[in-house]
């Protein structure tokens, strides 16, 4: 994310989120934000190609930390601690800029339009980490699993950091996550495998009220 700084792009970045906040993303034109700036209207297309890019400029930046990430974990790492520690590390960066962050999310979670398109951002970063998985080698069904499970973490640490006003460690946030996945999981040893899985056993079903012994059985 550009920091908001004294620059055209920053001010332009400072006006928008200000705009957005105050009225609402769909009740501001680039008009509007340029003018608040101090710039032209002309000045906003040079950084941005809509207002949407406001918000969604740095995807591209954070997709690539990402899967750099994932590539460059060693080898000896298990995709899934590959993945969450690539999310882990590149979500800590996102969330040290703290309340410009937490406004964008105030301002997308208001506009249908801005969900959808974080949800494509999300679906693409899923596609890029489990294309990275596979270069490391893993295999294909097992890498799309292992980058939805990693996202599924990410998506709920952010939201829980993005909702609170305290300054929480996102990496805590993050492998907190991924704990209570493991924990729904459960033991891979009690899985059921084979005809367990396939047939799982009937539930046998209370006795009638009134059955005597020698019927019950």
């Known amino acids: 994310m550009p920091r ?19 009225r609402g993303y769909d009740q501001v034109t680039v008009t509007e934000i340029a003018e608040r ?4 209207k002309r000045s906003f297309f040079r950084y941005f190609a809509d207002k949407r890019e406001v918000l969604f ?6 997709e690539q930390t990402v899967v750099t990430g994932v590539l460059e974990a060693p080898e000896a790492m298990q995709p899934l601690d590959a993945v969450v520690a690539s999310l882990a590390a590149a979500g800590a960066g996102l969330t040290s800029w703290g309340e410009p962050v ?7 979670a208001s506009s249908p339009e801005l969900r959808e398109r974080e949800l494509i951002k999300l679906v693409s970063l899923t596609t890029q980490v489990a294309d990275a998985l596979i ?14 499970a990693g996202m599924a973490a990410f998506t709920t640490a952010f939201e829980r950091w993005a909702k609170s006003a305290d300054a929480q460690n996102f990496h805590e946030l ?11 999981i459960g033991r891979r040893d009690q899985w059921p495998t084979g005809d367990r899985a396939k047939h799982p056993p009937a539930h046998r079903q209370p006795p009638h009220v009134g059955d005597s012994p020698h019927q019950r059985r």
Do not use: C, N, Y
């Open 4 to 22: 908001w700084d004294a620059d055209a792009e920053g001010r332009l970045l400072k006006a928008a989120m200000e705009l957005f906040v105050d």
């Open 37 to 40: 700036a101090g710039l032209k």
């Open 57 to 62: 400029g740095g995807a591209p930046a954070f």
């Open 102 to 108: 937490r406004l964008r999310q105030q301002v997308i």
């Open 135 to 148: 270069r490391r080698g893993v295999e294909e069904l097992t890498a799309s699993l292992t980058a939805q």
């Open 174 to 184: 993050i492998h907190d996550s991924l704990a209570r996945l493991h924990a729904a």
